[in-house]
């Protein structure tokens, strides 16, 4: 069965000096140690005021470990001793079908800090052996918490926001191009061939993405930006393949936008010589 890794426990007397229990490992949808989220803030007094997660780009992964960041902030009159969050997906977050959360003792204090608020930066890993599968691929809710630790021990959330956001994490793309023949006589055939593969967080391989629509791109020696050329159907394999007429030397490449649960691609330029 596949692990999933659940919330980091937060506890003990940590007052502005954050210090956490490691996170806990569980199998699917047990999501136990889910502390910072697991009951209602009646009483919460503070604010979650930012989330960002990867640097507001999607989170693209491929067949092995995929490291990005959160960063939480959060105010509250009477101080912030940490924020937290968690993607997940699901309808519940306690028992949630896929969750992604920090491994919170790999850090060393990653918040900054004023009299009212508090940013914290957390590096987090998502691994497709043991937290993805397929069917995960898509949108992902993003829980925000805050907190606050007193001396005595005893700790109090400040805001939490279950579903502040939502964000992409999709399975990552890749594309390859060969232009043929290499050189070529000005004004000949050029065939520009590629494939279009695509992740599996099921077998761990990078498979032939069918029937999806890219663009061949081209760009004139010393020139600075590409020009779309045409648009090719990848076949039932992921294989694209196509024709221009060689006019001037210059590179060719193709490119794939993405889905809603798959990433964008850009395949490495092939530069052709004309003569």
Same mark, same amino acid.
């Given at each position: &069965? ?39 803030? $009646? ?17 693209? #992964? ?16 009477? *101080? ?24 919170? &003792? ?65 399975? $990552? ?6 232009? +043929? ?26 498979? *032939?993405? $069918? ?11 010393? $020139? ?7 648009? #090719? ?24 936008? *993405?889905? *809603? +649960? ?9 530069? #052709?010589?004309?003569?």
């Amino acid at each position: &069965m596949r692990t999933r890794a659940s919330a980091a426990v937060l506890t003990g007397a940590l007052a502005l000096s954050v210090l956490a229990v490691p996170a806990a490992h569980a199998s699917d949808g047990d999501s136990g140690a889910l502390a910072p989220f697991a009951a209602p803030a $009646a009483a919460a007094t503070g604010k979650i005021t930012k989330v960002t997660v990867n640097g507001g780009k999607t989170i693209a #992964v491929g067949t092995s470990k995929k490291k990005f960041t959160v960063e939480v902030s959060a105010s509250d009159r009477n *101080g912030v001793s940490m924020t937290f969050a968690a993607l997940w997906r699901g309808s519940d977050i306690e028992n949630p079908s896929a969750i992604l959360v920090p491994d919170v &003792m790999l850090e060393r204090d990653p918040c900054k800090r004023t009299a009212t608020t508090a940013t914290c930066k957390y590096t987090f890993e998502a691994d497709p052996r043991a937290d993805l599968a397929n069917k995960d691929a898509g949108t992902w809710k993003v829980a925000a918490a805050a907190l606050k630790f007193y001396s005595d021990g005893s700790e109090k959330t400040l805001a939490e926001k279950l579903n502040y956001k939502s964000h992409k994490v999709v399975r $990552a793309a890749k594309l390859t191009t060969n232009a +043929t023949p290499e050189p070529v006589k000005k004004g000949k055939t050029l065939t520009i061939s590629g494939a279009l593969t695509r992740a599996s967080w099921d077998n761990l391989k990078y498979n *032939g993405f $069918a029937s999806n629509s890219v663009k061949l791109q081209y760009k004139k020696k010393g $020139a600075g930006t590409w020009t779309t050329v045409k648009t #090719v159907k990848a076949d039932s394999r992921g294989a694209v393949k196509t024709t221009v007429k060689a006019s001037a030397d210059g590179d060719y490449r193709f490119t794939y936008g *993405g889905s *809603g +649960t798959t990433g964008s691609a850009t395949s490495v330029a092939d530069f #052709v010589d004309v003569r």
